[in-house]
């Protein structure tokens, strides 16, 4: 999910005096240990260099207008969970730590303070800042998930993400966004980012056929993200419908293509099967071009979302093309209240799964049992995710990496401490398990040359 979409919301609530008792200095949560991490893994994972699957960290640009293809601040209000509230203790442990604050409460007065604290470090760091965070943060390179890059995310420490639903979408979405308040505001979003991805190719009108549309805007996008420097691209396609992409003949799909790509509305059936055409075709195409294809799956967010419909089971069809066994998916946010469905689909060779937004939504102790279940199945398809973006004014991307860079790094020590204590794994196996996860299977993944 996009937490800086709440953005709004959560200015808000910053505006009253929030009573919030400081972290532990342990850099564990306040959440009860059943069994205390073992102190020699949790310094190990400490001092692991991270790779960081997923994020949207912010440019330095001003306005910063490429950060997110659907910024979700058009579906407020909506609520949000107390982790992402801003009397959350993770807040404060994470202005302490990143901006030296001496404070113990979040009074207007220290606010204040820390607001030029954090205006001033921006400042004096430019177009270093974003390199600066990594760095505060343990992070070695971070993925950003973005529309476009902007000043201050080079590589080799920011790789970027793309977006790629719109593709999937050049039929009139009239239809398809009268389903629910959110998809009203959400399908226009799409229709322009398309109509970008077209003018950035110089095509002008919609071609006529579907073998047209895929080699004059589809693949050539797809190859421009690629050059541009894109190691995956990312479908938020659970926020538009659901995850069942379906095998469709081409045929059918150039049949409703013509039909509608002048005019008309497509009924939901048809959208539906031009949609998992193309959703196969931009997978197929991504894993030739050596992208691998990251996928929400995730109960949220907004005040419509279906989250029945961002189940990994339902890729299940897709993973299991043989035409798609190039292709690398990764299931992003790790399936959330499907952990164990998004643990399944680890079967199959080509399926990955991240933990990011977990590290900022779950308690490490309840983050750590789901890592355990899949750590003792596929650890070399696991990979640490932060799902790190701008909250809000007071909520910066840089602090939410510092919470989920640290939740993430308890909840991997607790699950590794309890493998280790029942006799599942060596101290030396988990040692190596840890570094994995952390760093070294997105290193493979995206063929990174990691120092
Ligand atoms: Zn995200």
Known sequence: MKPHTIAMFLIAWSGATLACTPSRESGATATPARSAADPEMTAFIAKIRTVDNHSHASSVAPGDSDQDALPLEVLLPFEVPVQLRPDNPDWLAAYRAMYEYPHSDLSDAHMSELRGTM?????????????????????????????????????????????????????????????????????????????????????????????????????????????????????????????????????????????????????????????????RYIAREA?????????????????????????????????????????????????GVYASHAGAMLWKPNVYLDMSAMTLLDTPRKLAEVLRDWLTQYPEKVLFGSDAAAFGPDMGWELAAWIATRNGRAALAWALTDMIRDGEVSRARAEEIAMMVMRTNAGTLYRLELK
């Open 287 to 335: 894993g030739r071009l050596g992208m691998a294809v990251h996928i929400h799956s995730f109960e949220a967010a907004g005040n419509f979302f279906v989250a029945a419909g961002a189940d990994p089971f339902l890729l299940e069809s897709a993973f299991n093309d043989p035409a798609l066994r190039q292709t690398h998916f990764v299931i992003i946010h790790g399936g």
């Open 119 to 279: 205006r001033r470090t921006a400042q004096e760091r430019g177009d270093t800042f974003p390199a600066w965070v990594l760095d505060q943060v343990g992070t070695e390179v971070l993925l950003t998930n973005r529309v476009a890059m902007g000043p201050g995310l080079a590589p080799p420490r920011f790789r970027w993400v793309s977006y790629v639903d719109a593709l999937m979408l050049p039929l009139s979405t009239k239809a398809e966004a009268a389903i629910s308040p959110d998809r009203e505001k959400l399908f226009p979003l799409e229709d322009k980012l398309l109509r970008r991805y077209m003018s950035d190719l110089g095509v002008a009108n919609l071609p006529a056929t579907l073998d047209a549309y895929l080699k004059t805007v589809v693949t050539p996008t797809l190859e421009a993200q690629q050059r541009g420097g894109c190691v995956a691209v990312k479908f938020e396609a659970a926020y538009l419908r659901s995850l069942d992409f379906e095998d469709v003949p081409a045929a059918t799909a150039s049949r409703i293509y013509v039909k509608y790509a002048s005019a008309g509305e497509p009924s939901h059936a048809d959208y539906k099967a031009l949609q998992d055409f193309l959703f």
